[in-house]
């Protein structure tokens, strides 16, 4: 990823005013406007994003935000530190007190036939958020190199869940993003050429079934997190049907591609549900139903049947149709009702032990309680182990079995008795 910006047409509002204290008038510094969303490519999915947004209105907390446009890399460059002074589009700094005093508008994408706004209007900035994200520059340097080697790329949860206003603010610890599954190998080798580490996955891949790379460089403060396929989403080319109808925001200066507000919300949905068993996850579950609640949930039942996700975003449709509205949830996938029924590793582990065959069963046995080096430095950044580290995580990992066998037991002989 050079130095080539890819700048928004120009176009800019006109300069802003706010009043301060008594009758003085003060000008707001112009910056470039912060995310907007364009319209779905298609015009059917147009009329329900619009229509989703009418039940959906507030502005996103994250607003209009300045510019910042350094030499983005996916190497090892960091994002510029806090109160290091920003420079526009045009180079020119900016002064401290936060005034563009250049006469000239910066470029926008404001005034751009179909592009409208779902943050502010135009020359009005908010506030800075308290807490600077990592992620933000992040998010639009993975969106620039995906463009320059033509993968299309769609950021999801993060960046969307805060501009849609789906979920409680707080600061992402890594880019979520999807890919097809046919560019997704293409999108990681890309990343490794330019210093990016894929984090090790657990080889037992029945109680941990793969679904993205996790990827990490020394020098950036947050991960790319890569999906070739989300779960909870289960219909086929789930990829091409979110594709279809993306919606379009400027990070900075570089357009990034979202998932619509429909698809934002299932995918927020789903991602709650499967990890409800923690409390931050079952808050950000009754954070959505809340802001969902004043929608037309047929259209979110209609979308959610298109991705495969009626019968694994059950909890919350539920929570959101008319008690008189009858509908066939279907049936979720074996890998979807085993990670949501038992949050614990060891008693999926139980359970698909029992279910093997005699030869499998040893090789499932091996793997829970020697599993090669990877899977014990899979959270870490480490990418080697000396002999009494290794020694030593073993042992954790017996210990911690060892505690957990009576649940796992406990699970085994439920589901004889189920079975029976």
Sequence with gaps: MGRDDARPPAGGAAPGTRTGSGDRRTPVRRTRRGPVRGRPRNPAAAVRQDHLHAHLARPSSRGTRTPVTPRVTMGGEQPRAAGAI???????PARRDGVDHDDAPPPSPIGRPGVKSMVKEAGVPSAPPAVPDPTLLLTAAVARLAASIG???IVIKGIAADEYGLRPRHVSSDVDVLVSPDDHVTLLATLEARGWRRRP????????????????????AADIDAHFRYPGLE???VFERVWAQRTTVWCG?????????????MIGAVHAIRSRFFRR??????????????MDVTLLLERAEELGALATARPFLERLKPWEADYDWGEASA????????????????LLWKQASPRERLGKLRLALFPPPSALIKETTQQRLGLPQL??????????????????????????RRDG
Aim: glycine share 6%; proline share 8%; hydrophobic share 40%.
């Design 86 to 92: 920003a420079r526009d589009p045009r180079g020119i």
């Design 235 to 237: 219909a086929a080319g």
């Design 151 to 153: 993968v299309r790329l």
């Design 391 to 416: 020694v030593g995580r073993y042992v954790r990992r017996w210990i911690r079995g060892a505690r957990a066998l009576p649940k796992a037991l406990a699970v085994m002989r439920a589901s004889g």
């Design 335 to 350: 890998e979807w009702r085993l990670r949501t029924e038992f949050p614990e590793s060891s008693q999926r582990r139980a």
């Design 201 to 220: 996955h657990d080889p037992d891949v029945d109680t941990f079934p793969l679904h993205s790379a996790s990827m990490f460089h020394p020098e950036w």
């Design 281 to 294: 996850h079952r808050e950000e579950l009754e954070f959505l139903v809340g802001r969902c609640s004043a």
């Design 253 to 265: 200066n570089q357009p990034v591609c979202l998932p619509s507000l429909a698809d934002a919300i």
